[in-house]
């Protein structure tokens, strides 16, 4: 079964760092988008990615959050300056249309701030 | 503010029964509902979607229901397995054209063998 691949699997990083998180989407899907969760707490939007462009962002997704997709198969995540906040599991996903299609998660990134 | 609720307790149920889980809403009409599994330290895995026009929906042992009256979401998960045990989760999408995904927080299901 098609799989979505997020590297790293674990990453640590000092605050005020830059962190870029990877992903590989399921090849025929159009949509993608970026999630996180908090530890203990629920998955949380991040943004929406279609046509090479943000679709929708969330309140969450500040300027210190980019998207990216560099070529033909790669979505990424940069958060520019990270703070403690920051912490959490990141989870890339995709999904073949809008509109009633179930998404598919990657297995995601534990990202540690300190 | 858009509000998903729940049940944040654990839902222990006997092996072989039907576990029923519920989604409640508040401040959205989502287009469509989602159901998601999620194990400790994995993503979500996608269980089921039904539509705001769609008041059923059955896949195997697993069954949804939709009622937008009452904002609320039903899931069920006949003759119940030790395996069943996860964490499951809520999710809308579609209300006024927004695509992310708006999640509950969950709840955990123990199936006791």
């Known amino acids: 079964e098609p799989e979505v691949t997020q590297t790293p699997s674990h990453q640590v990083t000092q605050m005020g760092q830059e962190v870029i998180l990877r992903c590989v989407p399921i090849s025929n899907h159009l949509y993608f988008y970026w999630y996180r969760q908090i530890l203990g707490q629920k998955v949380e939007f991040l943004v929406s990615f279609y046509n090479n462009e943000i679709s929708e962002k969330s309140e969450i997704f500040d300027d210190q959050f980019s998207v990216e997709r560099p070529d033909g198969s790669n979505f990424t995540l940069k958060i520019r300056s990270t703070k403690l906040e920051d912490s959490a599991m990141y989870f890339c996903a995709s999904s073949e249309a809008w509109g009633g299609y179930g998404y598919t998660f990657g297995s995601g990134t534990r990202l540690t701030v300190v | 503010s858009q509000k998903i609720e729940q049940n944040s307790e654990a839902l222990n149920i006997q092996e072989g029964k039907t576990a029923t889980l519920t989604c409640n809403y508040t401040n959205y009409s989502p287009a469509y509902l989602q159901w998601y599994r999620q194990d400790p330290g994995r993503g979500p895995v996608f269980l089921l979607l039904?539509?705001?026009?769609?008041k059923e929906k059955r896949k195997e042992r697993l069954k949804v229901t939709f009622d937008t009256t009452l904002k609320q979401s039903l899931f069920h998960i006949t003759a119940s397995q030790p395996a069943d045990s996860a964490t499951y989760l809520c999710a809308l999408a579609g209300g006024g054209g927004a695509d992310g995904l708006t999640f509950g927080k969950g709840t955990h299901l123990i199936i006791q063998p």
């Open positions: 039904i539509r705001e026009n769609e």
